[in-house]
């Protein structure tokens, strides 16, 4: 009589224990927890001497096949210590200057790892009260530090394309932008605006708005009288000025538009100032970036990488808006599911999914959260502080070497150089001598091109990266310069 209960009771425990594996005992977490343990600590010491890159290796890069019982855990650490170890760019080297740099830092690591084993979910309050106050505490804590009043309100991103995202949203829903009217919309910016600022208006349905490139001195920062004129002659011509994007550190040559000038424009002409300071704006925490970012505090919203200019692991962007509202309401939606999840905030203040393009997320706060508990802001203040040094200190050395030129006395924390040979094509010529530098690996770096030119950048960002590594870089370069002279 019992027979079809009694026939499922006997299959959910026959896959109850095939599958009671997943949830690792003690003893288990052990064993693996000290293979992670061993593996980590390798890394980090070869990593201390590592070159900035490493050449890929020739064999096939497959690794473990799938297999319905899995392997010994040996044999699975030690196959995902050969392939984390061995090629590619090495972030959290001093010797990488290419492109932005990422730093990885251990205590955000542990972060990571105490995020994931609790699984705090820290998108509604009432779900992790104290863990998504720990978040909130760490937004507040930015916004004050650019300088943004008590009612401004973010979100912690997955990093600065999906925070630009985010602020141009809020930046479409403030200013009512119908379909219709896409033609006319102006968004002004200069060709230093980095490329996910044009993937963010093209997901946002914006592409055919009408995007001004304004021009810019010589140190490729917006010129705030050409961007009056434009808005000027557009207005004119019957156009709806809407946005200006300006950089705080350009990712070419870490340029800053000139902030406290363009807030002034946007505030007269009532436009919305969006700051992508996804590489330098973190500079904000030391005092000669804080001083070189004046006008920040005046934008409407901006973006910051931490895992940029914090120096912690890839994964974390975070996105500011003065009026958090404004955010709120460019994002609100709900469903049926959720009728209990706003019950539970009633009288309580916006949650951070309301805030966010994201429900279930990584409780990404704790990785930054623990590093500054445990260093202490005057660490970071004194890393970044270093940086912009390093950058001026190798701007003064180029300066020094025969054969080279600079592009830019360094805004913050990039520079910009040619070599100039005595004969023959520069383009070529430069071209050859990065390659010959990145060639031999000792240190890697990469190149840009302003007006029409090639140029070689040093991009110092690694934690790692200090007064020796810049001289290697240097020295390097000297060398295959010469090197390839002599030929
Ligand atoms: C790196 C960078 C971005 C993109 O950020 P991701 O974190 O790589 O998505 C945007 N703007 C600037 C200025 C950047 O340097």
């Not at 104290?130 to 943004?148: I, N, P, S, T």
């Not at 434009?230 to 350009?250: E, K, V, Y």
């Not at 001026?392 to 054969?403: D, I, K, S, T």
Request: a negative charge.
């Amino acid at each position: 009589m019992h027979k079809p209960i009694d026939s499922l009771r006997k299959q959910l425990q026959q896959l109850q224990s095939q599958s009671h594996c997943l949830q690792a005992d003690a003893a288990q977490r052990n064993i693996w927890f000290d293979h992670a343990r061993t593996l980590s600590e390798a890394y980090l010491t070869q990593l201390q001497h590592a070159p900035g890159q490493v050449r890929p290796r020739a064999e096939n890069l497959s690794s473990l096949p799938f297999t319905e019982h899995g392997h010994i855990s040996e044999r699975v650490f030690t196959q995902l210590q050969a392939s984390l170890a061995d090629d590619g760019l090495r972030h959290g080297s001093g010797r990488l200057f290419g492109f932005i740099p990422g730093s990885g830092m251990y205590a955000a690591a542990l972060g990571d790892y105490l995020a994931a084993v609790t699984n705090r979910y820290t998108g509604a309050r009432f779900a992790a009260p104290a863990a998504a106050q720990m978040e909130r505490d760490l937004l507040d804590w930015l916004a004050a530090e650019f300088g943004y009043p008590g009612g401004a309100r973010g979100d912690l991103t997955s990093g600065g394309s999906i925070a630009n995202l985010t602020a141009l949203v809020c930046a479409r829903e403030k200013f009512n932008i119908e379909p219709a009217d896409i033609q006319h919309q102006v968004v002004y910016l200069t060709s230093q605006a980095h490329h996910c600022i044009a993937k963010a208006l093209h997901v946002l349905g914006l592409k055919t708005c009408v995007q001004r490139q304004i021009a810019m001195d010589d140190g490729y920062r917006m010129n705030a009288d050409s961007l009056q004129d434009q808005i000027a002659s557009d207005r004119q011509a019957g156009l709806q000025p809407w946005l200006i994007i300006a950089n705080a550190g350009s990712t070419d040559i870490g340029a800053i538009d000139p902030l406290t000038d363009l807030a002034t424009i946007a505030n007269a002409e009532q436009l919305w100032l969006h700051v992508d300071g996804a590489y330098g704006a973190a500079f904000a925490l030391c005092a000669s970036g804080k001083q070189r970012l004046a006008g920040i505090q005046h934008s409407d919203s901006l973006i910051v990488d931490p895992h940029k200019g914090l120096f912690i692991p890839f994964g974390s962007g975070a996105v500011l808006v003065r009026h958090g509202n404004s955010l709120a309401e460019a994002l609100s939606a709900s469903g049926e599911y959720m009728a209990d999840a706003s019950l539970l905030a009633e009288g309580v203040d916006l949650d951070a999914h309301q805030l966010s393009l994201e429900l279930s997320r990584h409780f990404r706060g704790l990785r930054l959260w623990l590093p500054l508990q445990l260093h202490g802001l005057a660490a970071f203040r004194a890393a970044l502080e270093e940086k912009l040094l390093l950058a001026r200190y190798a701007w003064e050395r180029l300066q020094q070497m025969p054969g080279f030129s600079t592009v830019n006395e360094p805004d913050l924390s990039i520079v910009g150089f040619r070599a100039l040979p005595p004969t023959g094509d520069a383009e070529v010529f430069n071209r050859l001598l990065l390659d010959a530098v990145q060639a031999e690996g000792e240190v890697f770096m990469t190149s840009t091109r302003l007006q029409q030119q090639f140029v070689i950048r040093l991009a110092i960002m690694a934690l790692a990266t200090h007064r020796d590594d810049v001289d290697l870089a240097l020295d390097r370069l000297d060398w295959q310069r010469r090197r390839l002279l002599a030929e």
